[in-house]
């Protein structure tokens, strides 16, 4: 009995065919554009966060800076 992997002929060509027929321009942007506005709220709720908290750490010690 062998006890290493097994390997499957031709397995990658499938795995290849069918990224080439399932993925197209259109699937992918559809997917990024339905993702973008999560992406730039999550931005801009990150941003805001890190200026608030560099805000109050700042007020506490009687600086404030922008």
């Known amino acids: 009995m ?8 031709g397995s990658m060509e499938s795995i290849v065919t069918a990224l080439n027929t399932g993925i197209t321009s259109d699937t992918l942007f559809g997917t990024v554009g ?8 999550l931005t801009i709720a990150s941003l ?16 404030v800076r922008f």
């Open 34 to 41: 339905q993702l973008m506005p999560w992406v730039i709220t």
């Open 48 to 63: 805001g966060l890190y200026f608030l908290r560099k805000l109050i750490k700042g007020a506490a010690k009687g600086k």
């Open 2 to 9: 062998e006890s290493g992997p097994q390997v499957v002929k």
